[in-house]
């Protein structure tokens, strides 16, 4: 794009409220969807942060909408724009497309040249609360992210309000600069801690295995953080101005929340609100009742609420685990007042685990039935920030063999420091064991391995092509965390 452009494409951003308040993520509904295609141009955009602008990506449509609305039975017709003077390729996240249109560079596709444009066309398969964003280099972290919400048309008619929110990791600082301070300095958040596996090639090296099958975390040498920031958005906006979405006495809501962050793990705190876990992963769960909610990396929850028969304000709160640091967005009736909210919580938030996971059942488990290959991938750490599964970063690795038809067994074990996101792509998994206990868990695409811990996920090798499975914590990713699953017809 010529600056002269740019600068336009700016002051129309402007001018149609995308500094700072955008009343609302995404565009009206679109219920003739099928035809022309949707174009998403993915270009900066400036939000407002802690008073300081900010240049951010974004994934917006022609009429200033941030995001996608589609319907389950349809196409996603989507005709993508590079609108930036650098590459860029935007994965549909919890969707399940050919893997062609996957938007993985290198893998599914080649990143999208400067000024070019993609043509997506793929049926969707089922309603959900997903997203996209870029999976390309570091621009995650700038903001290339945004919802991508496929309705259920049986649910057209139900009165149920629709409250999209995707939270996200904010810094001035530059991502590339980030990752090479953590390669350049090693590990700075683990100073004064026992030195990791140092094996680069096997992945048994110098670590204390102590904690595995016990069912507890690796406490002594786990850590929650390895990137600092400056703050936590909610739709783009800090708790010094938080979106206020505008509901009725005693309504129904529908939060469709997305952990849009990069390297944070947060808990949703609906305060003094009770609320319905529905789906995780866009995938639906028996019902869960709780105020508070694990929310790892990639994820997505839905959930329920039925509002006070009562005039009120009602804040919703994402807390960064270990942290006081918070963001979120509030719900209140039409004359309510509403308070300031602090961005601190009253006290740190506990570290995200497997509590919940634990208790989740997937509404539709998949059929009963005994592995035809199982897999296990091992999470390693080397000193220089490499991140590792059975010992190889990402280029040195071996693909997963799968064969269509199976069904798949994949045990992930983490001997790291850290807990990790893992996302397949181009699948729903089923949380089926948590430190070989056995159980019928979630359906979904991205559950958090905790340090010292194992998870196993089943899923049936349905979709043939060359699919991504990665950890979802953007650094560990571009360090080496990150492996395929290949298989074909
Ligand atoms: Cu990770």
């Known amino acids: 794009m010529q600056r002269s452009s740019r600068r336009q494409f700016l002051a129309s951003a402007a001018a149609t409220g995308m500094l700072g308040a955008v009343p609302s993520l995404l565009g009206p509904s679109r219920s003739a969807w099928a035809a022309p295609a ?49 590459e860029t390729l935007i994965h549909w996240h919890g969707l399940t497309p050919p893997w062609q249109q996957d938007g993985v560079p290198g893998l599914s596709q080649p990143p999208l040249a400067p000024g070019g444009s993609y043509d997506y066309d793929f049926a969707l398969a089922r309603p959900g609360t997903n ?46 600069e980030i ?13 004064g801690m026992p ?7 096997g992945g048994h090296g110098g670590m204390d295995h102590s ?38 006495r005693g309504g129904r809501v529908r939060l469709r929340l997305i952990n849009g962050a990069t390297a944070t793990n947060f808990w949703l705190d609906l305060d003094s609100l009770e609320g319905r876990l529905v789906a995780v992963d866009g995938m639906p769960v028996a019902p869960v009742t709780a105020r508070r909610f694990e929310f790892a990396i ?34 209140a009736t039409r004359d309510a007042t509403i308070g300031k909210v602090s961005a601190e919580a009253g006290e740190p938030a506990a570290p995200v685990g497997l509590a919940l996971e634990s208790r989740l059942r997937a509404a539709a488990p998949l059929p009963p039935r005994s592995a035809d290959r199982r897999h296990s991938l091992t999470i390693t750490e080397a000193s220089g920030y490499v991140w590792m599964l059975n010992g190889a970063a990402h280029g040195a690795h071996t693909p997963l063999e799968v064969r269509e038809g199976e ?37 979904r695409d991205t559950v958090l391995v905790p340090s010292g811990g194992s998870v196993t996920v089943a899923f049936d090798a349905a979709n043939p092509g060359k699919w991504a499975l990665h950890c979802h914590h953007l650094y560990h990713m571009a360090a080496g965390m990150m492996t395929t699953v290949d298989y074909h017809a």
């Open 38 to 86: 949707t174009t998403v141009r993915a270009g900066t955009r400036v939000i407002e942060v802690k008073g300081r602008p900010a240049t951010v990506f974004g994934l917006t449509q022609p009429d200033g909408s941030h995001g996608l609305t589609a319907q389950a039975g349809q196409r996603l017709r989507v005709n993508l724009e590079n609108r930036l003077e650098e």
């Open 407 to 443: 069904r798949v067994e994949i045990t992930f074990t983490d001997q790291s420091t850290m807990a990790h996101p893992m996302h397949l792509h181009g699948h729903h998994f089923q949380v089926v064991a948590i430190n070989g206990r056995r159980f019928a868990g979630a359906l």
């Open 195 to 201: 030195a990791p596996g140092m094996d680069t090639s």
């Open 131 to 176: 997203w996209m964003h870029s999976h390309h280099g570091l621009q995650e972290q700038r903001l290339m992210a945004a919802p991508l919400i496929v309705r259920d048309p049986a649910e057209a008619g139900e009165d149920l309000q629709e409250v999209v929110v995707l939270f996200h990791d904010f810094t001035f600082r530059d991502p590339d």
């Open 179 to 191: 990752l090479a301070g953590l390669q350049g300095a090693g590990h700075s958040a683990m100073a």
């Open 211 to 248: 904690a595995m099958g016990h069912g507890t975390m690796a406490a002594a040498a786990a850590h929650l953080h390895d990137v600092d920031y400056d703050a936590f958005l909610a739709n783009d906006r800090t708790l010094d101005d938080p979106e206020v979405f505008r509901v009725e």
């Open 298 to 331: 990639a994820q997505r929850l839905d959930i329920v609420l039925e509002l006070p028969q009562s005039e009120g304000a009602w804040p919703i709160f994402a807390v960064r685990e270990g942290e006081r640091a918070r963001t979120g967005f509030v719900l």
